[in-house]
């Protein structure tokens, strides 16, 4: 994204998002060497440093005020198992933050070893000796979730974008008139009936509706029922879903509240402005016990939690894991604070053809909102209960930068050394990457530069296609790696993938035969790269595949 400067509002809310969010020191996914038509004896898989599992205290916080404010107004209660680890008195009675709680302990089925079927117990002690095992633990993607300007179901979302229809339009939730920018991939219709209790609806931001909805609904296309689910270990379930900027209206709602008095302040105004707390309340309504947590690290958000995501899976920490992104920024400060960024489009009498990667006339990004949640599974969970796989995730990598703020490194070392790292580190061999969802956000400076990055990796590979879909949604910012990795898996299922619209004046340097064009492309993906980047020089790439 381009930019010279950072507006003083959206700096104060960055400065306070920094002090509330919470972050993950990632490491880098691992797949099976062996399968496929991938690269075989490539770098081996890098050994993991290893995490203490977090000890749950025995007896809880009942007489403190967020436990009465909980009580209050949470519409879910934990699951057994939550109870059952706190400890039981007497008469079947658990002590919790929700207070006194009786419920049957229902039995799980114990953990079965992939290679052998015996009865195994994985302690995260010993994840360097299984991530050193040739054995590694294989993920899949099972399932998957959306809240787009172009719909809120996988199917319908990617049909739209085969089709070429842009969701960008002027915006309607507040009067921008004096705005220079007036327009925005905004989601004009969008409803949590069946997916988020009504007290909640009441006192949460958009992006964690966004995000609770997206996840549930990746959980139903995943045949997570609740009978499936009375199956899972849930100290082996684990949420990470991110957010670049969170809470941003609670906050904000906040600061004006305090203009009168401290005391007309809500009390949910911080927990529920910060990015790990969609992450903490999805697990709280799932009774899912297993690592949970966000990653904020802006617009590469979503690639950094689902890499860290399929990383739990195959150190042996989880067997299923939602990650992804969410973000709702189209508010007055959200706006303002890009348009003082200098980043955003003005293309404000047409706003369909205001986003346009790699087009000559481009003037910067369109601003959007919404979720992308994929659900992983490690292969043999997957397959023990019959899930339905939509993909394999081979692994990726992350790198920095270090260089600017807003702008890219003018060499592009750190993108080609993410997108080299993430072919070593999953033993995918250069030509066969077929397929690039590219970052490519319709900033003058951005897309060429990955343009040329693109080039410098794949060399001249003639069946290698690119395209953008922000070319049609915008830049949905924390969530953009997410709802990208959807339309990834969703053209690896379908063959085709979709075009680059309002891409009428191409760059010179830009070869067009390799871009898609302004109509669907049939592709048989072998494997795909999807790439990330955000402020703060932060890279990212992920890799999928057919599953065989």
Same mark, same amino acid.
């Given at each position: 994204?381009?930019?010279?400067?950072?507006?003083?509002?959206?700096?104060?809310?960055?400065?306070?998002?920094?002090?509330?969010?919470?972050?993950?020191?990632?490491?880098?996914?691992?797949?099976?060497?062996?399968?496929?038509?991938?690269?075989?004896?490539?770098?081996?898989?890098?050994?993991?440093?290893?995490?203490?599992?977090?000890?749950?205290?025995?007896?809880?916080?009942?007489?403190?005020?967020?436990?009465?404010?909980?009580?209050?107004?949470?519409?879910?209660?934990?699951?057994?198992?939550?109870?059952?680890?706190?400890?039981?008195?007497?008469?079947?009675?658990?002590?919790?933050?929700?207070?006194?709680?009786?419920?049957?302990?229902?039995?799980?089925?114990?953990?079965?070893?992939?290679?052998? %079927?015996? @009865? #195994?117990?994985? *302690? $995260? !002690?010993?994840? +360097?000796?299984?991530?050193?095992?040739?054995?590694?633990? &294989? =993920?899949?993607?099972?399932?998957?979730?959306?809240?787009?300007?172009?719909?809120?179901?996988?199917?319908?979302?990617?049909?739209?974008?085969?089709?070429?229809?842009?969701?960008?339009?002027?915006?309607?939730?507040?009067?921008?008139?004096?705005?220079?920018?007036?327009?925005?991939?905004?989601?004009?219709?969008?409803?949590?009936?069946?997916?988020?209790?009504?007290?909640?609806?009441?006192?949460?931001?958009?992006?964690?509706?966004?995000?609770?909805?997206?996840?549930?609904?990746?959980?139903?296309?995943?045949?997570?029922?609740?009978?499936?689910?009375?199956?899972?270990?849930?100290?082996?379930? %684990?949420? @990470? #879903?991110?957010? *670049? $900027? !969170?809470?941003? +209206?609670?906050?904000?709602?906040?600061?004006?509240?305090? &203009? =009168?008095?401290?005391?007309?302040?809500?009390?949910?105004?911080?927990?529920?402005?910060?990015?790990?707390?969609?992450?903490?309340?999805?697990?709280?309504?799932?009774?899912?016990?297993?690592?949970?947590?966000?990653?904020?690290?802006?617009?590469?958000?979503?690639?950094?939690?689902?890499?860290?995501?399929?990383?739990?899976?195959?150190?042996?920490?989880?067997?299923?894991?939602?990650?992804?992104?969410?973000?709702?920024?189209?508010?007055?400060?959200?706006?303002?604070?890009?348009?003082?960024?200098?980043?955003?489009?003005?293309?404000?009498?047409?706003?369909?053809?205001?986003?346009?990667?790699?087009?000559?006339?481009?003037?910067?990004?369109?601003?959007?909102?919404?979720?992308?949640?994929?659900?992983?599974?490690?292969?043999?969970?997957?397959?023990?209960?019959?899930?339905?796989?939509?993909?394999?995730?081979?692994?990726?990598?992350?790198?920095?930068?270090?260089?600017?703020?807003?702008?890219?490194?003018?060499?592009?070392?750190?993108?080609?050394?993410?997108?080299?790292?993430?072919?070593?580190?999953?033993?995918?061999?250069?030509?066969?990457?077929?397929?690039?969802?590219?970052?490519?956000?319709?900033?003058?400076?951005?897309?060429?530069?990955?343009?040329?990055?693109?080039?410098?990796?794949?060399?001249?590979?003639?069946?290698?296609?690119?395209?953008?879909?922000?070319?049609?949604?915008?830049?949905?910012?924390?969530?953009?790696?997410?709802?990208?990795?959807?339309?990834?898996?969703?053209?690896?299922?379908?063959?085709?993938?979709?075009?680059?619209?309002?891409?009428?004046?191409?760059?010179?340097?830009?070869?067009?035969?390799?871009?898609?064009?302004?109509?669907?492309?049939?592709?048989?993906?072998?494997?795909?790269?999807?790439?990330?980047?955000?402020?703060?020089?932060?890279?990212?790439?992920?890799?999928?595949?057919?599953?065989?």
């Amino acid at each position: 994204m381009a930019g010279a400067a950072v507006a003083s509002p959206l700096s104060a809310w960055i400065a306070a998002a920094a002090c509330l969010s919470s972050s993950s020191s990632p490491a880098t996914a691992r797949s099976d060497q062996t399968r496929r038509g991938v690269r075989r004896g490539g770098a081996g898989p890098r050994r993991s440093r290893c995490f203490p599992a977090a000890a749950i205290p025995s007896g809880g916080l009942r007489g403190s005020g967020i436990h009465s404010l909980l009580r209050s107004y949470l519409a879910f209660e934990p699951c057994p198992d939550f109870y059952r680890s706190c400890g039981v008195d007497g008469h079947g009675n658990r002590s919790s933050l929700f207070g006194l709680w009786k419920a049957d302990v229902h039995r799980r089925r114990p953990r079965m070893s992939a290679a052998s %079927g015996k @009865l #195994i117990t994985v *302690a $995260l !002690g010993s994840a +360097k000796e299984l991530v050193g095992n040739k054995n590694l633990r &294989r =993920v899949v993607v099972t399932g998957m979730g959306v809240v787009t300007p172009l719909g809120h179901d996988p199917d319908i979302f990617y049909n739209n974008l085969l089709e070429g229809i842009s969701g960008i339009s002027e915006i309607e939730a507040f009067d921008c008139s004096s705005y220079p920018t007036r327009i925005a991939g905004e989601i004009k219709s969008f409803s949590t009936d069946g997916w988020v209790a009504p007290k909640l609806v009441k006192r949460m931001d958009n992006f964690m509706l966004y995000l609770l909805t997206a996840a549930k609904k990746a959980l139903e296309d995943g045949g997570v029922t609740e009978e499936v689910m009375s199956q899972f270990e849930k100290t082996k379930c %684990g949420v @990470l #879903i991110g957010s *670049a $900027l !969170g809470g941003m +209206k609670i906050f904000n709602d906040a600061l004006e509240a305090l &203009r =009168v008095s401290y005391k007309k302040i809500s009390p949910f105004s911080v927990p529920l402005a910060t990015t790990n707390m969609g992450s903490a309340m999805l697990a709280i309504d799932l009774g899912w016990m297993g690592p949970n947590y966000s990653i904020s690290t802006a617009c590469a958000t979503s690639n950094f939690c689902i890499l860290n995501a399929a990383n739990h899976i195959i150190r042996g920490e989880a067997d299923v894991m939602l990650c992804g992104g969410s973000d709702a920024a189209i508010i007055p400060i959200g706006l303002g604070g890009f348009v003082a960024c200098k980043a955003l489009s003005q293309r404000n009498n047409d706003p369909q053809k205001a986003s346009r990667p790699w087009d000559v006339d481009r003037d910067g990004f369109v601003i959007g909102e919404g979720a992308g949640v994929l659900l992983l599974e490690e292969l043999e969970h997957a397959k023990q209960r019959g899930a339905k796989i939509y993909a394999e995730f081979l692994g990726g990598s992350f790198t920095c930068d270090a260089y600017h703020v807003t702008e890219p490194h003018p060499e592009g070392r750190g993108i080609i050394l993410c997108i080299e790292n993430a072919l070593s580190e999953s033993g995918v061999c250069r030509e066969d990457v077929n397929y690039v969802n590219a970052h490519a956000t319709s900033t003058p400076f951005g897309d060429l530069k990955e343009y040329q990055v693109l080039s410098h990796c794949f060399g001249s590979n003639p069946e290698l296609k690119v395209n953008s879909t922000k070319s049609m949604i915008g830049h949905l910012l924390g969530a953009a790696g997410a709802v990208e990795a959807v339309a990834v898996v969703q053209a690896i299922r379908t063959g085709w993938v979709h075009p680059n619209i309002n891409l009428d004046n191409p760059e010179e340097s830009v070869d067009v035969d390799r871009l898609v064009s302004s109509r669907k492309e049939r592709l048989d993906v072998k494997v795909a790269l999807s790439n990330s980047f955000g402020f703060g020089g932060h890279n990212s790439a992920i890799l999928l595949a057919p599953y065989k």
